[in-house]
């Protein structure tokens, strides 16, 4: 049963940007939190923004000023606008939620908290 699916990806030149869209079934929109991850060959996934249903967002450093996370309620989407896009921005992205783990709220961008995961989608940004 698929419940996250991400779209959007693709490529692009540095500077350029895209948007990342992640459609969610609804009972898996409700989760506490729900948030973007990214994999690069041979790095570790890292949690990459997150937001949770207070609407409080958290962002990694390297990304802050330069991506947005939001939510589309009325479609049950979570969004991540990526603006200023750098060659090390590339990588597979995963949309992820938590269900009803609410230690997210302590630890945002921790891989380990959320439960639901989407198949992934490619950024490939060139210089």
């Known amino acids: 049963q698929v419940q996250l699916v991400e779209s959007g990806g693709g490529s692009v030149q540095a500077g350029g940007s895209l948007s990342l869209s992640c459609a969610a079934s609804?009972?898996?929109?409700?989760?506490?939190?729900m948030g973007w991850f990214r994999q690069a060959p041979g790095k570790e996934r890292e949690g990459v923004a997150s937001?949770?249903?207070?609407?409080?967002?958290r962002y990694i450093d390297s990304v802050k000023g330069r991506f947005t996370i939001s939510e589309d309620s009325a479609k049950n989407t979570l969004i991540l606008q990526m603006n200023s896009l750098k060659p090390e921005d590339t990588a597979v992205y995963y949309c992820?939620?938590?269900?009803?783990?609410?230690?997210?709220?302590?630890?945002?961008?921790?891989?380990?908290?959320?439960?639901?995961w989407g198949q992934g989608t490619q950024v490939t940004v060139s210089s």
């Open positions: 609804g009972s898996i929109f409700s989760s506490v939190c």
């Open positions: 992820a939620a938590t269900g009803e783990n609410n230690r997210c709220r302590i630890y945002p961008l921790a891989g380990s908290f959320y439960n639901h």
């Open positions: 937001i949770d249903k207070s609407g409080s967002t």
